[in-house]
């Protein structure tokens, strides 16, 4: 019953909201075809406020109770400098408050409006008023700390600061901090989001979205040129953050400054006068009009326009949620369209930058790369390096070519290390890698929220999965605290943080071709709805590939067949993708044994959360073993790795077959077993498996794909077989000759030494993060 009576309240909604976003675009199109036939930009004329005092705005509405409370802590906070004053803008209040201020604060500069203007107005009011350059806003429920104003001031570093925000603190420290003056902003399924963030490792001046109007410092004549406050969005809510996307959009900086503390009583002054109801209709409204005005991109707003529509739907299918549009709210903006054509051209005259732009430039990462003039890489280049996993120990792979280039890295340049984590637990292990990096985070996946998923979305389900919020801040942080010079990121996944800077390269590492590695395990899944799956899963990678990677300023790769794979769908990469600084061992630390070796015995190594090890397991008991078996049987296979299969889950002929699981150091196995096998018929890239393996002396039968970047010629330093016969035979004649296992060890060892050491290839590594990073710096001349 309730379903159908919300339905039946929202069939007029429902009806008249199709007219009303059309009748809305049309009005927003027209504007804009006027605007690029008549319409001109205003240049902005940038000049440094005088930072030597201030005046503080405090817009007041039937708030006595409230300035008696606070006023005095602002009052005390400016009385070392007659040059700053107190504006208090009298908002035609009902409460006695003009009386009252003028008897008990005779100091303060009373602006008695004759009706109230709203929180805009009011301050707009005040701005006007008021005699110095720079202009603190305050609510009236604001609580200032002594020394709050000199590091506002201190902020306006130069001619393009428009705005120095305060951190918020609530009086009752236990109440969560929904408010931190740390703000961010992006668009998202077509509409404006923001947040505060809490990030106590923030301690100096810091871009933020824009300046609460409550809380933050204004360069005043920068202010009154963007036109105050916008009345369209009376009575309250989102005025501040228009005027900062306007301030982004016209060149101009907003700024955090952590050390000007304020207190707030959260929504002191409209939570007593209005409902929860009531705002949220405010908020629906003013973040529609806020888009249509601001948002000048088309593809955006079209994009903005269908959210609308579908969350008119959904609401009055399931009822209203805080991020989602209602009929209500696009009706009452539909009203104000008049007000939003005229403020939407006031807008377009005054950008200077794209929308795209304007949502980059207050992330820190951005910021610094388009606001400073970076210097030259010094003599040890700071890395931020990025990974979706752990590094330490290396569980698979990839978490040996991860560790083994971080620890090379460190020796040679200052690496900044960002790790995302499935567990608390994972933590301790890596306070070793910490030792040696100059500094490391980790962002534990379990306890940061991921990106919800979505029916029938087109991003890659593993992309989906290393889609953080937290992960992109703590990368843009770091750039900006530690004067990053390159990124480095690892996997295909983390190519969604590739940033597009000017000055900072971005090379991402595809230690495996994604949907190329999809490809190749089509052939082996049997079950239609998992194939059907997987071709989906194939088809999201390529378009997401083709996609991303070219937003990337290098792409690594494992081995030139992946090179000329890529480049093969991708043309447009062709001279900016590197196949030899990444896969490669330390070969230093791997002992060479060539003799000894215990008899009869086959080594399989791999973590078994990777599809592909799983698949090639199976394939070998089930179909080379038993062959093996035949002619040598006492042979027998130890599988080494993470997360390995129940034994019941084997083949049925898994006889001679020892599951060892995770160790700690590979090395022992590989020096003690007398072939390592690599039936590996999925997946992309590089086996870190068969570099150690060379390194360490022990001979190696591959199928081709296993070995691929590595050999090409069967028998020439490891034997090569796609069948389950060739496999067995070749695996077999090593088993029977360790005088020929021994030379074809040999052979392995000389080559990956030569082609394949990892102080080599990370030395060459650091030259291309200096080639790439000079290159960049050069161009922007």
Same mark, same amino acid.
């Given at each position: 019953?309730?379903?159908?009576?919300?339905?039946?309240?929202?069939?007029?909604?429902?009806?008249?909201?199709?007219?009303?976003?059309?009748?809305?675009?049309?009005?927003?199109?027209?504007?804009?075809?006027?605007?690029?036939?008549?319409?001109?930009?205003?240049?902005?004329?940038?000049?440094?406020?005088?930072?030597?005092?201030?005046?503080?705005?405090?817009?007041?509405?039937?708030?006595?109770?409230?300035?008696?409370?606070?006023?005095?802590?602002?009052?005390?906070?400016?009385?070392?400098?007659?040059?700053?004053?107190?504006?208090?803008?009298?908002?035609?209040?009902?409460?006695?408050?003009?009386?009252?201020v003028r008897e008990r604060f005779p100091e303060v500069r009373l602006l008695a409006l004759d009706?109230?203007?709203?929180?805009?107005?009011?301050?707009?009011?005040?701005?006007?008023?008021?005699?110095?350059?720079?202009?603190?806003?305050?609510?009236?429920?604001?609580?200032?700390?002594?020394?709050?104003?000199?590091?506002?001031?201190?902020?306006?570093?130069?001619?393009?600061?428009?705005?120095?925000?305060?951190?918020?603190?609530?009086?009752?420290?236990?109440?969560?901090?929904?408010?931190?003056?740390?703000?961010?902003?992006?668009?998202?399924?077509?509409?404006?989001?923001?947040?505060?963030?809490?990030?106590?490792?923030?301690?100096?001046?810091?871009?933020?979205?824009?300046?609460?109007?409550?809380?933050?410092?204004?360069?005043?004549?920068?202010?009154?040129?963007?036109?105050?406050?916008?009345?369209?969005?009376?009575?309250?809510?989102?005025?501040?953050?228009?005027?900062?996307?306007?301030?982004?959009?016209?060149?101009?900086?907003?700024?955090?400054?952590?050390?000007?503390?304020?207190?707030?009583?959260?929504?002191?002054?409209?939570?007593?006068?209005?409902?929860?109801?009531?705002?949220?209709?405010?908020?629906?409204?003013?973040?529609?009009?806020?888009?249509?005005?601001?948002?000048?991109?088309?593809?955006?707003?079209?994009?903005?326009?269908?959210?609308?529509?579908?969350?008119?739907?959904?609401?009055?299918?399931?009822?209203?949620?805080?991020?989602?549009?209602?009929?209500?709210?696009?009706?009452?903006?539909?009203?104000?369209?008049?007000?939003?054509?005229?403020?939407?051209?006031?807008?377009?005259?005054?950008?200077?930058?794209?929308?795209?732009?304007?949502?980059?430039?207050?992330?820190?990462?951005?910021?610094?790369?388009?606001?400073?003039?970076?210097?030259?890489?010094?003599?040890?280049?700071?890395?931020?390096?990025?990974?979706?996993?752990?590094?330490?120990?290396?569980?698979?792979?990839?978490?040996?070519?991860?560790?083994?280039?971080?620890?090379?890295?460190?020796?040679?340049?200052?690496?900044?290390?960002?790790?995302?984590?499935?567990?608390?637990?994972?933590?301790?292990?890596?306070?070793?890698?910490?030792?040696?990096?100059?500094?490391?985070?980790?962002?534990?996946?379990?306890?940061?929220?991921?990106?919800?998923?979505?029916?029938?979305?087109?991003?890659?389900?593993?992309?989906?999965?290393?889609?953080?919020?937290?992960?992109?801040w703590l990368i843009h942080r770091q750039i900006y605290h530690h004067g990053i010079d390159v990124?480095?990121?690892?996997?295909?996944?983390?190519?969604?943080?590739?940033?597009?800077?000017?000055?900072?390269?971005?090379?991402?590492?595809?230690?495996?071709?994604?949907?190329?590695?999809?490809?190749?395990?089509?052939?082996?899944?049997?079950?239609?709805?998992?194939?059907?799956?997987?071709?989906?899963?194939?088809?999201?990678?390529?378009?997401?590939?083709?996609?991303?990677?070219?937003?990337?300023?290098?792409?690594?790769?494992?081995?030139?067949?992946?090179?000329?794979?890529?480049?093969?769908?991708?043309?447009?990469?062709?001279?900016?993708?590197?196949?030899?600084?990444?896969?490669?061992?330390?070969?230093?630390?791997?002992?060479?044994?060539?003799?000894?070796?215990?008899?009869?015995?086959?080594?399989?190594?791999?973590?078994?959360?990777?599809?592909?090890?799983?698949?090639?397991?199976?394939?070998?008991?089930?179909?080379?073993?038993?062959?093996?078996?035949?002619?040598?049987?006492?042979?027998?296979?130890?599988?080494?790795?993470?997360?390995?299969?129940?034994?019941?889950?084997?083949?049925?002929?898994?006889?001679?077959?020892?599951?060892?699981?995770?160790?700690?150091?590979?090395?022992?196995?590989?020096?003690?077993?007398?072939?390592?096998?690599?039936?590996?018929?999925?997946?992309?890239?590089?086996?870190?498996?068969?570099?150690?393996?060379?390194?360490?002396?022990?001979?190696?039968?591959?199928?081709?794909?296993?070995?691929?970047?590595?050999?090409?010629?069967?028998?020439?330093?490891c034997g090569l077989a796609d069948d389950h016969a060739g496999f067995a035979e070749r695996v077999?004649? #090593? @088993? !029977? $000759?360790?005088?020929? %296992? +021994? /030379?074809?060890? &040999?052979?392995? =060892?000389?080559?990956?030494?030569?082609?394949?050491?990892?102080?080599?290839?990370?030395?060459? #590594? @650091? !030259? $291309?993060?200096?080639? %790439? +990073? /000079?290159?960049? &710096?050069?161009? =922007?001349?």
């Open positions: 019953m309730d379903f159908l009576k919300r339905v039946v309240r929202a069939i007029p909604y429902l009806a008249l909201a199709p007219f009303a976003a059309v009748a809305a675009l049309l009005s927003l199109a027209i504007c804009d075809l006027l605007f690029a036939l008549f319409g001109r930009r205003r240049s902005p004329a940038d000049t440094r406020p005088r930072a030597r005092a201030a005046s503080v705005v405090i817009p007041n509405w039937n708030g006595r109770d409230l300035l008696e409370k606070y006023l005095p802590s602002v009052i005390a906070a400016l009385a070392g400098n007659p040059a700053n004053e107190v504006i208090v803008v009298e908002n035609g209040s009902e409460d006695g408050s003009a009386e009252f009706r109230n203007l709203g929180f805009g107005g009011g301050s707009n009011a005040g701005f006007a008023a008021a005699k110095n350059d720079i202009v603190v806003l305050l609510n009236s429920d604001m609580r200032v700390e002594p020394d709050f104003l000199q590091p506002l001031l201190d902020g306006f570093t130069d001619d393009k600061v428009f705005a120095v925000s305060c951190q918020i603190f609530f009086s009752d420290p236990a109440k969560l901090r929904e408010e931190t003056g740390l703000t961010q902003g992006w668009w998202e399924d077509g509409a404006l989001r923001v947040r505060h963030r809490a990030d106590d490792r923030i301690t100096g001046l810091f871009p933020c979205f824009y300046g609460g109007g409550g809380s933050c410092a204004f360069d005043r004549a920068k202010f009154l040129e963007l036109g105050g406050f916008d009345h369209i969005l009376a009575p309250f809510y989102l005025e501040d953050t228009d005027l900062g996307y306007l301030a982004w959009k016209r060149g101009w900086k907003v700024l955090y400054q952590p050390a000007s503390r304020v207190f707030h009583e959260h929504r002191g002054t409209i939570g007593k006068r209005f409902t929860q109801a009531q705002v949220q209709a405010v908020l629906k409204k003013n973040y529609i009009l806020f888009c249509w005005k601001n948002v000048h991109e088309w593809p955006r707003l079209m994009s903005h326009f269908a959210a609308t529509m579908a969350g008119v739907v959904l609401s009055a299918l399931f009822g209203d949620a805080p991020l989602r549009a209602n009929g209500a709210g696009l009706l009452r903006a539909v009203r104000q369209i008049g007000g939003a054509c005229a403020a939407r051209w006031r807008a377009r005259s005054l950008a200077m930058i794209s929308d795209t732009e304007a949502f980059k430039r207050p992330l820190a990462g951005y910021f610094r790369d388009r606001f400073e003039r970076l210097p030259e890489p010094g003599p040890r280049m700071r890395v931020l390096f990025v990974t979706p996993y752990g590094i330490y120990p290396p569980v698979h792979g990839g978490g040996v070519f991860m560790y083994q280039t971080v620890r090379e890295l460190a020796r040679i340049a200052e690496v900044h290390l960002i790790a995302m984590l499935d567990w608390p637990r994972e933590l301790e292990p890596h306070r070793y890698v910490d030792q040696f990096v100059s500094s490391a985070d980790y962002i534990i996946r379990t306890e940061s929220a991921p990106r919800q998923k979505k029916l029938g979305s087109a991003v890659p389900h593993a992309v989906a999965e290393f889609h953080n919020a937290d992960l992109e990124v480095q990121l690892e996997y295909t996944v983390m190519a969604q943080y590739a940033a597009g800077f000017h000055q900072i390269p971005s090379i991402v590492f595809e230690h495996d071709v994604y949907f190329q590695s999809i490809a190749r395990g089509l052939p082996t899944t049997r079950k239609a709805l998992t194939r059907l799956q997987a071709r989906w899963e194939y088809l999201r990678a390529l378009r997401y590939e083709v996609r991303e990677l070219p937003k990337a300023d290098r792409i690594q790769v494992c081995s030139r067949e992946n090179r000329e794979y890529l480049e093969s769908f991708v043309p447009e990469l062709r001279g900016r993708i590197d196949d030899g600084f990444r896969a490669g061992v330390d070969t230093a630390s791997y002992e060479f044994v060539d003799s000894g070796r215990e008899p009869d015995t086959m080594l399989f190594l791999g973590s078994f959360r990777h599809l592909p090890n799983q698949e090639a397991l199976e394939w070998f008991i089930s179909g080379v073993l038993p062959a093996i078996r035949e002619k040598r049987p006492a042979a027998r296979l130890v599988v080494i790795g993470s997360d390995p299969p129940p034994r019941h889950s084997l083949p049925r002929n898994a006889e001679g077959v020892e599951l060892v699981g995770f160790v700690e150091d590979v090395r022992q196995a590989l020096a003690r077993y007398a072939v390592f096998i690599c039936p590996i018929l999925s997946g992309s890239g590089v086996r870190v498996k068969l570099l150690e393996a060379f390194a360490s002396g022990i001979p190696v039968v591959s199928t081709r794909i296993g070995a691929e970047g590595l050999a090409w010629n069967d028998g020439e330093i077999v004649r #090593l @088993l !029977d $000759s360790p005088s020929e %296992a +021994a /030379a074809l060890a &040999r052979r392995a =060892r000389a080559e990956v030494v030569a082609k394949r050491d990892m102080r080599t290839m990370t030395a060459a #590594l @650091l !030259d $291309s993060y200096r080639s %790439a +990073a /000079a290159s960049m &710096r050069k161009g =922007r001349d």
